[in-house]
């Protein structure tokens, strides 16, 4: 199975990133657009999905800081 | 006595805490594969792009087998010292609270910074006086500490702050503006700043022998070995 | 396996100019000229194949042949009782005693990092390293030499200079080599063709010293290092869309992505390997990937070389035998290793983390034969890839009664008062405090910085000798343009200068060569005169190049750039511990002004500022004076007399004594000798220090140091806190 | 609306984070897992959702080496 695992800063902690894309939007002229944040995406294919979790908790992810969630997709054509 | 570094791939300032350490005692070379401490009285996690510090900082390296060993040694009282990288890798590991997070400037910065000595109660400090000014540079790009409300608070009442940026000095952002923590059993440190680049008067200032001035007292004391 | 004869055209489709005329338009797409064409066939007796014709146009390409600029380069000065290794090597090498060897080399990544900043700078630093490593030695030390459009008006700009900075950065930081200096000039004539440039300083025992020669037969050839991928700007970018059908999107060839964790095992790797003794030779794969790193191995040792390109381990399927010999895949190198200690170079390499790979053998046949499986792709002599490919002969023109360069908008009216000026002239894009950009660069790692940026005129590094050495990188196009010859040589004088003020003397130095088109014979021009004024620098100081690099073609449809040589140089001081400071540091000091100095306004910053023309002639320089200058600075500073010295540069005496008070956090009082203009230029020549009174005897005392302000004559009196304000804010606040 | 973008290295590209997860995981007892790809995710509101794309390749995206895709998502409950 071809999965991805979305990656985003706990709420409630400070996420610079969100907000420097958040403050550089008006200056290119696109207004209306709030509450910005920025994390990370993995993508990988996984034989067995149970496992998923476990290596979000072990490795991808710090859960002190960061929460996720796992999201099937269509496998890559190559 | 006797330092151990560990080099992970992509360990960068490795050799400059060997060279730190060897002002203080013996200091020699952990490969990060091996599961052998070699005896040493003191670990020094390095700082540097321990495996390019992908995914997220200090992430990889804290499987490393050598860390394995690290833990354990830890847990028997040992000393374990983590520098900038090597304390972002000590936080992933969950031998010292809390995280680090990127800079609130988003940038990498190299800066020499104002530190204040807040707890001289650690084997890391114990040469200090509280309050003393200690000059050391900083230099990372993901160096702001976090950690939960509850766990900052507990931090705090439990004296495991033992560096703070100085007034108006706080270059990342951090919480409190803490520099340092150490672990409940005050064995473990970590620290931002960089010790090891402020111990030779020929490149700079030399707020970093403090902290290994007192890491040698503390062995000496323990082993009743003359300092 | 069939043996190509030589009239035989490998891996089929020869491209036979016929009727179609697709022959034709193929090799010209690639770059190559017709006569270019022809001379290939004619040596080789044949029409090329594909592959063939891949790695020929790059190796015939301005970038890997230096057809425009190699007859020239030979009037470079290259000789000198400190060289060790001289141009055509990786990196030059001077001694620097105690049986060590400091290797060094500036190279550009202009284009690359035009397209994309971030990873085009990150991969210059990337390259430049691999270049010091492959002669063995330790990198210590980056430098940077920037140039963008005007921050101040162009967003563009702006984006270039922080992305390009961060790059820098990314790569340096991350590998665990300080980036001690640089340089960052805004001019619009770079609006569209920005500069980076990157120097790398490395340390190597002379027995570690190893050349790119192949040799032995019978030795294989080992690639080191990333997969390999369809990576590649240029070049090979030109002959991949040329080989695919429309809508090929994914087979494009991508931008390089630097990736400094495998050069960091890379580097540690190689170097281990040569500590061990088990390579007979090393070579980075730079611009033209296998092709250029192989057929120059193969050259340099006279021998030839089988390379089976079904071997190399690739990052992506379906590659074909061209794109494997072309891609510019980052963090790769090439070495030969006798085939009983194969064994053992893979086993450092897997301790590594980084991967070895058996790709050919070296032979005696000197040709460079491709096999892909079972056949032979490419078969060709290796002096047609290295040697053969035409060098011309510029034709240079002197532009009479026009200036090629429009003035920069005035933004000074020529009539304020002196401390408007100084003020306008600190806070200027070109002259203001640089901390916003170096900042971002770890400078100390290594433990051997001794004086980091703003600390002094060049860095200065601890040898384990107990010596030290200094650097710095040099070049200010502007000046260069108004008069290339002179200002070439200022440019070396300047680099020199800059090394006296910290106590070093010049050891050798290399250069840059950034350049518009030099089929146009004012480019010609200019690159022929700025090449001899360096030259004449060189001897003057009896300073030899080392090596260097040349970017042609930075033109945009409005022009050319400022033609902008970057000079590094790099010096031996004896003592680190009395290496010079350039901040004035006591109250009550002498302040002496050193050499003789007769600067004029023309190119100066004051001029830009002022919107005045871009024209010379720059002031005369007397080269036995500037000598005399630089070895008096020098002395004192080794003898711990001084507590600053600091030479004159962009902005005149004004704004040195401005940067030397706002270092030191301390005034100074100063009468400037009779009718010296304080904003007039000539850089290289004069220095101010400070220090007792009774050290600086016998020189030509100006002033004080002391106070809270800069006062100079009756002209001005400025706060030294709001000098400071203005320097620290005139880039800080464009980069927000 | 919110909308998340997801960001990842182009096909070709060299992903040096993927590459590092892929060869971290099998330490960890982790096998099986194949094509690693790490990129960005970025999570916010938008009052006009037709802009997103403009939005992608000016500022959000870098063209020349990351693809993206726009998703649309639950509005934040806060
Ligand atoms: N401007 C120059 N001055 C002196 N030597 C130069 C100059 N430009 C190039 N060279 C020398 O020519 C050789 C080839 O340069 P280059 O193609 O940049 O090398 P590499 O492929 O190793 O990066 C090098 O030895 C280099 O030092
Ligand atoms: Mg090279």
Chains 1, 4 share one sequence.
């Not at chain 2, 300032?13 to 013996?26: H, I, N, P, S, T």
């Not at chain 3, 963090?331 to 064994?343: H, K, N, S, T, Y």
Request: hydrophobic share 40%; proline share 7%.
């Amino acid at each position: 199975m071809r999965a991805r695992v979305l990656v985003k800063p706990k709420a409630g902690i400070l996420d610079p990133q969100g907000q420097a894309v958040e403050r550089a939007l008006p200056a290119l002229g696109f207004t209306g657009v709030r509450n910005v944040h920025v994390g990370r995406l993995i993508e990988l294919d996984v034989e067995d999905p149970d496992r998923l979790p476990e290596m979000c908790e072990r490795l991808l992810t710090n859960p002190l800081i960061e929460d996720y969630e796992i999201v099937e997709t269509e496998p890559v054509t190559s | 006595m006797r330092f151990g570094v560990i080099r992970f791939p992509g360990s960068c300032d490795e050799v400059d805490a060997q060279l730190a350490c060897q002002r203080f005692g013996e200091a020699v070379i952990l490969w990060h594969r091996d599961r052998d401490l070699k005896g040493v009285d003191a670990v020094v996690v390095p700082g540097g792009f321990s495996y390019g510090d992908y995914l997220r900082v200090g992430a990889i390296a804290r499987f490393a087998p050598v860390m394995e060993e690290v833990a354990e040694f830890a847990a028997a009282g040992g000393i374990v010292l983590g520098i900038c990288n090597g304390f972002q890798v000590l936080c992933e590991a969950g031998l010292l609270p809390g995280a680090l997070l990127p800079n609130t400037s988003l940038r990498f910065i190299f800066r020499q910074v104002e530190l204040e000595i807040v707890s001289v109660d650690s084997p890391f400090t114990g040469a200090g006086e509280s309050g003393q000014r200690l000059s050391i540079p900083v230099k990372h790009t993901t160096g702001r500490y976090y950690a939960p409300d509850a766990e900052l608070a507990r931090l705090e009442a439990a004296d495991q702050v033992l560096l703070r940026y100085a007034p108006g000095e706080n270059p990342n952002g951090s919480l409190n503006d803490i520099a340092g923590v150490c672990n409940e059993a005050r064995n473990v440190f970590g620290l931002m700043p960089h010790p090891e680049h402020a111990v030779d008067p020929l490149t700079g200032p030399t707020g970093g022998l403090r902290i290994f001035e007192s890491i040698r007292a503390h062995i000496a004391d323990r082993t009743g070995a003359p300092a | 396996m069939a043996a190509a004869g030589a009239a035989a055209t490998p891996g089929g489709s020869p491209i036979a100019r016929t009727s179609d005329g697709i022959g034709v338009s193929r090799y010209r797409e690639l770059g190559l000229t017709d006569h270019e064409y022809d001379l290939i066939v004619s040596h080789l007796g044949r029409e090329p194949g594909d592959t063939e014709l891949a790695m020929l146009s790059l190796m015939w390409s301005e970038h890997c042949a230096y057809k425009h600029s190699k007859k020239l380069l030979r009037r470079l000065p290259t000789e000198g009782r400190h060289v060790l290794m001289g141009p055509g090597e990786n990196a030059g090498v001077v001694d620097v005693g105690g049986g060590l060897g400091v290797a060094f080399k500036v190279e550009s990544h202009n284009h690359p990092s035009a397209v994309e900043p971030f990873q085009g700078a990150a991969t210059g630093v990337g390259g430049i390293l691999r270049d010091v490593f492959a002669v063995g030695a330790r990198p210590i030390a980056v430098l940077d030499s920037l140039r963008f459009g005007e921050v101040a008006t162009s967003q563009r700009s702006r984006y270039l200079l922080d992305r390009a900075v961060g790059g820098i950065g990314h790569y340096g930081n991350s590998i665990g080599v300080p980036t001690v200096g640089g340089e960052i000039y805004f001019e619009s004539s770079y609006e569209q063709n920005c500069l980076v440039n990157a120097m790398c300083l490395g340390l190597a025992p002379h027995d570690r010293l190893i050349r790119a020669a192949a040799a032995g037969p019978g030795n294989v050839l080992v690639l080191l290092g990333a997969l390999t991928g369809r990576d590649g700007i240029g070049g090979a970018s030109v002959l991949a869309s040329a080989e695919l059908g429309e809508g090929d999107e994914a087979k494009r060839p991508s931008v390089q992505i630097g990736d400094p964790f495998a050069e960091k095992k890379l580097m540690e790797c190689c170097l281990e390997l040569l500590d061990s003794e088990l390579l007979v030779s090393l070579q980075d794969l730079g611009a033209a990937g296998l092709t250029s790193s192989s057929s120059e191995m193969a050259a340099k040792g006279g021998v030839g070389l089988d390379i089976d390109c079904a071997r190399v381990p690739l990052r992506e399927a379906g590659m074909e035998p061209f794109e494997i010999m072309v891609s510019e895949s980052q963090e790769r190198m090439l070495c030969v290793v006798e085939p009983a200690r194969v064994d053992a170079v893979i086993a450092v390499c897997e301790r590594w983390e980084t991967l070895a790979t058996p790709i050919g053998e070296v032979n005696d046949s000197g040709r460079l034969r491709i096999l892909s499986g079972g056949d032979v792709v490419a078969d060709l002599p290796v002096e047609i890839l290295v040697d053969d490919c035409p060098l011309y002969d510029l034709e240079p023109a002197e532009p009479v009664g026009v200036d090629m360069y429009a003035p920069a908008p005035a933004v000074l009216r020529g009539d304020e008062p002196p401390a408007a000026t100084l003020l306008a002239l600190l806070g200027s894009a070109n002259l203001a405090s640089r901390l916003p950009v170096f900042e971002q660069y770890d400078p100390v790692v290594q433990s051997r910085t001794v004086r980091r940026p703003d600390d002094a005129d060049a860095a200065v590094l601890a040898l384990p000798t107990g010596e030290a050495i200094a650097v710095s990188i040099d070049g200010n196009g502007r000046r260069v343009a108004c008069d290339p010859r002179r200002g070439a040589a200022e440019a070396v004088y300047e680099c020199a200068a800059n090394l006296a003020c910290v106590g070093a003397e010049p050891l050798g130095l290399t250069n840059c060569l950034n350049f518009g088109n030099p089929e146009k014979p004012h480019v010609a021009w200019q690159l022929t005169e700025a090449v001899d004024g360096i030259t004449e620098a060189c001897h003057a100081l009896e300073v030899p190049v080392v090596g260097g690099n040349v970017s042609l073609y930075n033109e945009a449809p409005t022009g050319p750039i400022f033609p902008t040589p970057v000079i590094g140089m790099v010096g031996r001081l004896p003592d680190p511990a009395r290496a010079g400071r350039l901040a004035f540091a006591q109250e009550g000091d002498a302040i002496a002004l050193v050499g003789g100095f007769e600067p004029s306004s023309r190119g100066s910053e004051l001029a830009k500022l002022r919107g005045e023309a871009v024209a010379g002639p720059l002031p005369e320089c007397d080269p036995a004076a500037v000598r005399e200058a630089h070895r008096t600075v020098r002395v004192m500073v080794n003898s711990g007399a001084l507590h600053s010295a600091h030479d004159i540069a962009e902005g005149g005496i004004a704004v040195a004594l401005a940067e030397c008070c706002v270092a030191g956090g301390i005034g100074a009082t100063v009468t400037l000798p009779n009718g010296l203009d304080p904003f007039a230029e000539a850089p290289g020549r004069a220095f101010i220090v400070s220090g007792p009174q009774s050290a600086l005897t016998g020189l030509q005392i100006i002033g004080r140091v002391g106070g809270e302000a800069l006062v100079i004559g009756d002209a001005l009196d400025i706060a030294v806190a709001e000098l400071h304000r203005t320097r620290r804010g005139g880039l800080a606040k464009l980069l927000q």
